[in-house]
């Protein structure tokens, strides 16, 4: 039901744009969020969106690079990265629930993952 694209291989300084397609009845009112997921580490809040869009927040890894948005019309939410670092390498994953949540343990609904590479 969510479907992440537009990962791949960027240098450092670089920038990418992560679609999330949805296909669940519920995005318009879904809240929607970003993690990621490195090799050997844990799965990491990135960012987070209110059902309207209204709302965003963000981890502080990502704070004033990454900015999340939701188009509801398009049944999409979208991850925009700018000055990636190497250390921004990861699977990236969004999800979905009611409420906005940072802990990914609380989402049940999940895409199967995009890999983002920057190398330095």
């Known amino acids: 039901q969510l479907v992440e694209s537009g990962g791949g291989l960027v240098q450092a300084g670089g920038s990418l744009r992560l679609s999330c397609a949805s296909s669940?009845?519920?995005?318009?009112?879904?809240?929607m969020a970003w993690f990621r997921q490195a090799a050997g580490k844990e799965r990491e809040f990135v960012a987070g969106?209110?059902?309207?869009?209204?709302?965003?927040y963000y981890g502080d890894s990502v704070k004033g690079r990454f900015t999340i948005s939701k188009d509801n019309a398009k049944n999409t939410v979208y991850l925009e990265m700018n000055s990636l670092k190497p250390e921004d390498t990861a699977v990236y994953y969004c999800?979905?629930?009611?409420?906005?949540?940072?802990?990914?343990?609380?989402?049940?609904?999940w895409g199967q993952g995009t890999q983002v590479t920057v190398s330095s």
């Open positions: 999800a979905a629930r009611a409420t906005t949540e940072r802990r990914p343990a609380y989402y049940n609904r």
């Open positions: 669940r009845p519920s995005f318009s009112s879904d809240a």
């Open positions: 969106i209110n059902w309207d869009g209204g709302i965003t």
